[in-house]
């Protein structure tokens, strides 16, 4: 499974910006269950932004409710990321992930699966 990830830029504090994140399988049978944003910023830990399961039960942190908004489109195998009221402390390295699962030989196997990342910049 591979994760293609855009919409990442640099964006004025207060601005918005839109992430997209597409799950492929490459021609392989697959299926996503839980997909969502990290975030890692220079000199910290990777940390969740927001994450939305294939039912569309949502959990995101404190820092971020009431600004960003996960959604999904399950037919699309695709997450988005819906960010408002930037603030320069979201300036970080954006990563889409999924956990799912690829067919093969009689069988499904579940895993964690990463995108490239996408720079958001925050800055006046």
């Known amino acids: 499974v591979q994760l293609q990830a855009s919409g990442g830029g640099l964006v004025q504090p207060g601005g918005s910006l839109r992430l997209s994140c597409a799950a492929s399988?490459?021609?392989?049978?697959?299926?996503?269950?839980?997909m969502g944003w990290y975030r890692q910023a220079p000199g910290k830990q990777r940390e969740l932004v927001a994450a939305i399961s294939s039912d569309g039960n949502t959990n995101a942190p404190e820092s971020v409710k009431g600004r960003f908004t996960v959604s999904r489109d399950n037919a699309k195998n695709t997450v988005y990321l819906q960010m408002n009221s930037l603030k320069p402390e979201d300036t970080a390295v954006y990563y889409c992930?999924?956990?799912?699962?690829?067919?093969?030989?009689?069988?499904?196997?579940?895993?964690?699966?990463w995108g490239k990342g996408t720079l958001v910049t925050v800055s006046s």
């Open positions: 399988g490459s021609g392989s049978i697959f299926k996503i269950n839980a």
């Open positions: 992930h999924a956990y799912g699962a690829h067919f093969d030989s009689g069988a499904y196997y579940y895993s964690d699966y």
